[in-house]
């Protein structure tokens, strides 16, 4: 019992010295962003425009949007944008994306119109 009661003593001392010792600026930053699921007609019967996803999420000032689907009408739509997006890769792509860096700029082009 007293080996765990040390153990959880130098656990909270090591937490306390990590989260008061200041880090450069550099070396620390925090990115706060959601995921955008795909709408079913469950959720909405018709969906929100993507011009009106991406000005919510601009006017929440949210750093980066994860996209479940990646569809490429909201994908174009924050392309000049200060948004981080993260693309969801269909799992069927993944081995051929994973094989060729062609057939990946191929995939990522389609989604931004430049095919």
Known sequence: MASHFSLSAVSLITLLFLTSTPLPDAAFSITIGVTYSASTVATYPTPP???????T?????????????SDPNLVRTFLYSNTTLLLTIPNALVPPLAA???????????LLGFN
């Open 100 to 110: 060729n860096r062609t057939n990946t700029l191929r995939w990522l082009y389609s």
């Open 49 to 55: 425009l993507p011009e009106r996803v991406a000005s």
């Open 57 to 69: 999420v601009t006017y929440l000032g949210l750093a980066a949007l994860r996209l479940d689907v």
